[in-house]
């Protein structure tokens, strides 16, 4: 098991909520959840040595029902649940779920492992093997291209049940963008087998008291 310290808080917040891993899907697997879990609700902290200096950097996040907030000395983030991201369970696991930047009905993924410590996250990511071109998640999912220039839309999950509507096929540009066909059961052998155990960033379970929340908004203020 490796546990990634080397990171600046500001980047790994980018990893975490604004591109996930790199690799693209046409849907998020598990259950679609209107709010956040409970067993992810509470307050976490990460550190770790940021790439431009040797000070350690620590990233103060709390889950609520509604939202995933990130606080440092000098900025505050929020990101809301349907609004940033989509949240599905999965199994014992959950997947968080942006919009690819790129093209649109596509998603980047995140898995998450809830443990008595804390969070471990797992950037769902393009990871090549040595042997030829094909990726990691060729191995459990079918790949499909997309021509660059389209621009197929896919309805967020619906209130009611959280169905999407099928990423549509269209003409455009020769260039293509590669994604992987979802299935439940085939991501899960792909979590099992290729991430839990692997590379994962740790976000400390932290219980705070009045003392300790009261310091920290000072020290917030201080930083503004």
């Known amino acids: 098991?490796?546990?990634?310290?080397?990171?600046?808080?500001?980047?790994?917040a980018t990893l975490l909520l604004v591109a996930c891993g790199d690799a693209r899907f046409d849907r998020i697997p598990g259950r679609y959840q209107d709010l956040m879990p409970t067993d992810l609700i509470g307050d976490y902290e990460f550190k770790g040595k940021d790439f431009k200096s040797v000070q350690t950097d620590s990233l103060q996040i709390t889950v609520t029902p509604g939202e995933i907030q990130f606080k440092t000395p000098s900025k505050n983030t929020v990101w809301n649940i349907h609004q940033n991201f989509h949240l599905f369970s999965l199994n014992q696991y959950h997947v968080l779920g942006t919009a690819d930047k790129t093209i649109k009905g596509l998603w980047n993924l995140t898995v998450i492992e809830v443990t008595a410590a804390g969070l471990k996250v797992y950037p769902v990511s393009e990871?090549?093997?040595?042997?030829?071109?094909?990726?990691?998640?060729?191995?459990?999912?079918p790949v499909k291209d997309l021509l660059l220039q389209h621009d197929p839309i896919m309805a967020v999950p619906s209130s009611a049940d959280g169905s999407m509507v099928p990423l549509a096929e269209g003409a455009g540009a020769a260039d293509m963008v590669r994604y992987y066909s979802m299935n439940d059961e085939q991501f899960m052998q792909y979590i099992d087998r290729e991430l839990v155990g692997k590379e994962y960033f740790f976000l400390?379970?932290?219980?705070?008291?009045?003392?300790t929340k009261a310091k920290e908004n000072k020290d917030l203020k201080k930083g503004k």
């Open 1 to 12: 098991m490796k546990k990634i310290q080397k990171l600046s808080f500001f980047l790994f």
């Open 127 to 141: 990871n090549k093997l040595e042997t030829g071109l094909e990726t990691t998640l060729m191995k459990y999912l």
């Open 204 to 211: 400390k379970k932290v219980v705070r008291t009045k003392e």
